[in-house]
């Protein structure tokens, strides 16, 4: 059994900048897709990243593109999400998931999942 704990959310003015991480626990998660999935208050879940299991190709949603970055650490077991420049619209539980397999992860289909962080991005 897997599992994934989002920790660095937080209240962050607009402009500013917070790191989240996702630790993975469990079992060895370096052969998996890891990525990052948001939900804003009445809205529906929605794709924010991905990235392979090596590390070496990286899907971002247009929305963040340019100001989110993910990125991972097999050693220790966890992924981050740097996110710049933040916006009020940017605000919602984020979550971490993992697949095995890509396409299934950023369809929102992964495997495993955290229990979400919430960012507050004020204006």
């Known amino acids: 059994q897997g599992q994934l704990v989002e920790s660095g959310g937080g209240l962050v003015q607009a402009g500013g900048s917070l790191r989240l991480s996702c630790a993975a626990s469990g079992r060895t998660f370096s052969s998996y897709a890891m990525g990052w999935f948001r939900q804003a208050t009445g809205k529906e879940r929605e794709f924010v990243a991905a990235i392979t299991w090596a590390g070496y190709n990286t899907n971002v949603a247009d929305s963040v593109k340019g100001r989110f970055t993910i990125s991972r650490d097999n050693a220790k077991n966890t992924w981050y999400l740097q996110m710049n420049s933040l916006k009020p619209e940017d605000t919602a539980v984020y979550y971490c998931?993992?697949?095995?397999?890509?396409?299934?992860?950023?369809?929102?289909?992964?495997?495993?999942w955290g229990q979400g962080t919430q960012v507050t991005v004020h204006s």
């Open positions: 998931s993992a697949d095995i397999d890509l396409g299934s992860l950023i369809s929102g289909r992964g495997s495993y």
